[in-house]
């Protein structure tokens, strides 16, 4: 049975090799000092989808006071369509709700049709905004 529970400290090696294997875009901040750095800034961020004792799925929610965001949403290949990243989501909404979010806000690669159509399905509206960064590494 999948449940979902706050990524710990003692998550980090494990969730970065499922996000390997869960073929998610990579990011620069892919690595144990950053991971662990969030969970020591906000504890209750990283939600994890367990099957017993491996990790099937991840969502990391974030608040600012201001706007919510959802990164690096993630299922394993061997547990798609099981409407996991459905129950990630519902408790992120969740969780933001709690912390007194109103709007919320995330990023979707271009290319990733499926994943437009997932989104778009949950009731989130695409924007034509440009997406802007800077990596400082």
């Known amino acids: 049975m999948v449940t979902i529970r706050t990524g710990l400290i003692g998550d980090v090696a494990t969730v970065l090799l499922f ?3 869960a073929t998610t875009e990579p990011s620069t901040t892919d690595d144990a000092a950053s991971l662990g750095a969030l969970i020591a800034h906000a504890p209750e961020s990283l ?3 367990v099957d017993g004792n491996e990790i099937v ?3 990391i929610v974030g608040w600012d006071g201001w706007r919510a965001t959802m ?3 993630a299922v394993a290949p061997s547990h798609r369509r099981r409407r996991i990243a459905s129950a990630l989501i519902a ?3 969740r969780r933001l709700a709690t912390w007194g979010a109103r709007r919320l806000h995330m990023i ?3 290319d990733q049709g499926e994943a437009q159509t997932f989104w778009t399905a949950l009731g989130y509206e695409p924007t034509d905004q440009l ?3 800077k990596s400082f590494a």
């Open 19 to 21: 996000w390997k294997t």
């Open 47 to 49: 939600l994890l989808a």
């Open 57 to 59: 799925g991840s969502v």
């Open 71 to 73: 990164y690096r949403l």
């Open 91 to 93: 408790e992120a909404e």
């Open 108 to 110: 979707v690669a271009s």
């Open 131 to 133: 997406r802007f960064v």
